[in-house]
Every structure is written in structure tokens, then in C-alpha cells.
């Protein structure tokens, strides 16, 4: 049964960082391209940083050079390394494949930037 199982998120204040972690089971995130999404209420997820099976990395707009998404493939676990947070920041992430098959939606792990 695959599960994905995101953690490290928490209250920041604006200008702080955060790691956060996917732990995969019941496949192996190094052989796909991974993922992490956030959502906020009333919008709908997006993804903010991939990594692709050979490692290739992309980010969207808002987050390029504040943030890095990594991964552990011994551990079979994703990073997302944020810095510099700003409170529109403030959501659930969540990682999965990229694209993302909708079974493999883990609870995610709220993030909020906040003074």
C-alpha cells in the first residue's frame, strides 16, 4: 500500500525557515519524479517544486530561490527546504508523483508564516 507521510511543518515567523520531509512507502519515489503542492482554502493545490527521477529540479515563480526540493533515496524520502518565508506562504503541503496520482495523497503538513 503506497503512503506518503509529509512532516516538518509549523509556525515560522516571516524570514524563517522550514525543512520539510515526505517519507514514501510501498514504492520507490527515486524511480519517479516526485512532487510537493501546497493549497490554501479556496484555491485550488499547486505544485511548487519538482524533482525528476534523475534529479532535474524545477520551481515554480513565487518559491525560485527559496526553496529546494531534495531527496534521500537510501531513506525513500523527499525534502523541501525553505527559506525566506513570507506569509502568503502559509498553506498545507503535500508531496506526491509529479504529476500526481490522486490515491497517493498523503494529509500534508501546515505551514504558517506568521509574526
Known amino acids: 500500500q503506497v503512503q506518503l507521510v509529509e512532516s516538518g511543518g509549523g509556525l515560522v515567523q516571516p524570514g524563517g525557515s522550514l525543512r520539510l520531509s515526505c517519507a514514501a512507502s510501498?514504492?520507490?519515489?527515486?524511480?519517479?519524479?516526485m512532487g510537493w503542492y501546497r493549497q490554501t482554502p479556496g484555491k485550488q493545490r499547486e505544485l511548487v517544486a519538482r524533482?525528476?527521477?534523475?534529479?532535474?529540479?524545477t520551481y515554480t515563480n513565487s518559491m525560485k530561490g527559496r526553496c529546494t526540493i531534495s531527496r534521500d533515496n537510501a531513506q525513500n524520502t523527499v525534502y523541501l527546504q525553505m527559506i525566506s518565508l513570507k506569509p502568503e506562504d502559509t498553506a498545507v503541503y503535500y508531496c506526491?508523483?509529479?504529476?500526481?496520482?490522486?490515491?497517493?495523497w498523503g494529509k500534508g503538513t501546515l505551514v504558517t508564516v506568521s509574526s
Open positions: 506526491n508523483t509529479a504529476p500526481p496520482l490522486p490515491t497517493y
Open positions: 510501498g514504492f520507490s519515489a527515486s524511480l519517479n519524479a
Open positions: 524533482i525528476s527521477a534523475g534529479g532535474s529540479t
